[in-house]
């Protein structure tokens, strides 16, 4: 019952544009609270009753099965999950400089 988990996740990507290469590092910390409001349970759960809640007050208006890649569903579900403490940081810069 004293244990706690934590989530750690990192993405590190390399991109061009316009012959230029930029990379961009997100990195995103949960830790567990105790062991019924889990980093686990945060990370998975809070995002689809966002979501859930942000389609019922008609904040997200498409309709069917979407994977998350449009700004207008991600967006409004990624600041209601800042609210929560759950966030991204992100560090972009140019490789050729």
């Known amino acids: 019952p004293d244990e706690k988990d934590m989530i750690v996740m990192m993405h ?4 061009e544009i316009q012959n230029k290469k930029y990379e961009v590092q997100s990195s995103l910390i ?3 609270e105790n062991n019924l409001r889990t980093a686990m349970a945060k990370t998975v759960g809070l995002p689809l ?5 942000l389609l019922i ?8 099965v ?5 700004p207008s569903v991600y967006e409004p579900v990624l600041k209601e999950l800042k609210k929560q403490g759950i966030i991204f940081h992100e560090v972009n810069k140019a490789l050729d400089e």
């Open 12 to 15: 590190e990507l390399e991109y």
């Open 30 to 32: 949960v830790m567990g």
């Open 49 to 53: 009753g966002i979501a859930a809640k």
């Open 57 to 64: 007050e008609n904040k997200i208006k498409e309709t069917g």
């Open 66 to 70: 979407h994977i998350p890649v449009s």
